[in-house]
């Protein structure tokens, strides 16, 4: 914890088909930590549309983000551009050097992996690129938000929500992320038990699976390539 004297730079990487969820549900959160600022970050200070077409725009670019305690990086189909982005993958080791934590989100996991970050490290993403965690030397925890010393990490999307908490409890204590969880009223009640490929249904599954196929198949390219580069020679 954090005494709230002390003022928190946060910052976020926006970007080209990010799943917008993976940004806003933690932005939701993590904006109204007391005593903090809140960077939108991108390469260029253009808007940007996420994967359904939600138009974003960053207010800084990732050379004037000033060092950050706290830098989120969200997924989404568009990560696997960023994946080989050496500018990207730069500002994120510079910043997890000094960061008191670095928060990845959904396939944000993938993005942190390919920057060198997830060497031994615990940590868990979407359901759907789970099995590629291995390819980046992570040590794969089937869990909805995994956190191993400055490395925070959820699950797909809307768990994003749940790692923000967390993280907020980290940086300014239990108590203000428990008032932040009721200003924003988060007592989920889904209306269905399909929310995890252990729960759902046997054709809900395979339906999720067959629309994800081919992403799935590029990112395992691609993970099978960092892999290489990162000298994992073998996957869990």
């Known amino acids: 914890m954090i005494p709230e004297e002390i003022h928190l730079n946060i910052g976020a990487i926006i970007f080209p088909g990010l799943d917008q969820t993976d940004f806003t549900a933690p932005f939701e959160v993590l904006s ?13 200070k253009i808007p940007v549309k996420d994967v359904k077409g ?14 950050l305690d706290l830098l989120l990086v969200p997924g989404g189909y568009g990560q696997e551009a960023l994946m080989e982005d ?22 944000g996991a993938l993005i942190c ?5 997830l060497k031994g490290v615990r940590a868990t993403t979407h359901w759907s ?58 007592a989920p009640e889904p209306p269905f038990n399909s929310g995890t490929p252990a729960s759902a249904p046997p054709e809900i599954l395979a339906a999720a699976r067959s629309t994800s196929r081919e992403i799935t198949e590029t990112r395992l390219t691609t993970a099978k390539r960092i892999a290489a580069k990162l000298g994992v020679v073998t996957v869990a």
Request: glycine share 8%; with cysteine; aromatic share 10%.
């Open 32 to 44: 109204r930590l007391p005593n903090s600022t809140f960077h939108v970050l991108w390469k260029e």
């Open 54 to 67: 939600l138009i974003l725009t960053p207010e800084k670019t990732l050379f004037q983000s000033p060092p």
């Open 86 to 107: 050496e500018t990207v993958l730069a500002f994120i080791r510079e910043q997890a050097v000094k960061a008191k934590y670095v928060f990845s989100v959904c396939t």
């Open 113 to 117: 992996g390919a920057a060198g970050l």
């Open 129 to 186: 690129a789970f099995h590629l965690l291995g390819y980046f030397d992570a040590i794969g925890i089937d869990e909805r938000v995994v956190i191993d010393g400055s490395f925070v990490s959820a699950a797909g999307v809307t768990a994003g929500i749940d790692g923000a908490l967390r993280v907020a409890a980290l940086l300014r204590g239990d108590r203000v992320a428990q008032e932040i969880q009721l200003q924003i009223q988060y």
